[in-house]
């Protein structure tokens, strides 16, 4: 059973700083990646970054480069989301997913499972 759950999120002044975690358990081979979106009311899910597990490679939405990170800990199973100088536009429900085999890794239909979200609020 593939289970993704993220922890971390919460309220944060703007400025500030969080980190996401995304815990995976069921994988039987690390050759997938993980992604990070978020979706804010009212709007579309937007995917903001992805990590290829196998290489390390490492993509970010033009909205939060240089300014979002994204690692990994293989022995751990878990992929971070460093997120700094945030600001309200960043309030959403960050979702973490994992694909077994990422085309475009923006898109959401390229990923077969997904935690169960966790609320980010940037507000003062």
């Known amino acids: 059973q593939v289970r993704l759950v993220e922890s971390g999120g919460g309220l944060v002044q703007p400025g500030g700083s969080l980190r996401l975690s995304c815990a995976a358990s069921?994988?039987?081979?690390?050759?997938?990646?993980i992604g990070w979106f978020r979706q804010a009311p009212g709007k579309e899910r937007e995917g903001i970054s992805c990590?290829?597990?196998?290489?390390?490679?490492?993509y970010y939405a033009d909205s939060v480069k240089g300014r979002f990170t994204i690692s990994r800990d293989n022995a751990r199973d878990t992929v971070y989301l460093q997120m700094n100088s945030l600001n309200p536009e960043d309030t959403a429900v960050y979702y973490c997913?994992?694909?077994?085999?990422?085309?475009?890794?923006?898109?959401?239909?390229?990923?077969?499972?997904w935690g169960q979200g966790t609320q980010v609020t940037v507000s003062s």
């Open positions: 990590i290829i597990s196998h290489d390390g490679n490492t």
């Open positions: 997913a994992a694909s077994m085999a990422i085309g475009s890794w923006w898109d959401v239909t390229e990923y077969e499972y």
């Open positions: 069921g994988f039987t081979s690390r050759y997938f990646g």
